[in-house]
């Protein structure tokens, strides 16, 4: 990601969630979870909203936005299906 002159990786604005079998500690990083999964919605929600609004269209740069985020999604489905098992 490129914000500017400065260069961010998606771990680096993702919180690290760590557990120690303490409680006060682990009731704090509680939050890092609520964290991680709110901007986990968010980028899920920013990929669907593109592959809404670009499905269908035919320029050939707004077909290889729909196919990223279209790949994206369905990425994070089989990941996802796997968990539990």
């Given at each position: 990601?490129?914000?500017?002159?400065?260069?961010?990786?998606?771990?680096?604005?993702?919180?690290?969630?760590?557990?120690?079998?303490?409680?006060?500690?682990?009731?704090?990083?509680?939050?890092?979870?609520?964290?991680?999964?709110?901007?986990?919605?968010?980028?899920?929600?920013?990929?669907?909203?593109?592959?809404?609004?670009?499905?269908?269209r035919h320029e050939l740069s707004i077909k290889d936005m729909y196919e990223a985020a279209d790949t994206a999604?369905?990425?994070?489905?089989?990941?996802?299906?796997?968990?539990?098992?």
């Amino acid at each position: 990601m490129d914000l500017g002159k400065v260069k961010v990786k998606p771990k680096d604005i993702v919180p690290d969630i760590k557990f120690y079998g303490e409680t006060n500690f682990d009731t704090e990083q509680l939050k890092n979870v609520e964290d991680v999964k709110a901007i986990a919605f968010e980028a899920i929600a920013r990929l669907w909203d593109v592959a809404i609004d670009t499905k269908g269209r035919h320029e050939l740069s707004i077909k290889d936005m729909y196919e990223a985020a279209d790949t994206a999604i369905n990425d994070i489905k089989e990941y996802l299906s796997d968990y539990g098992k």
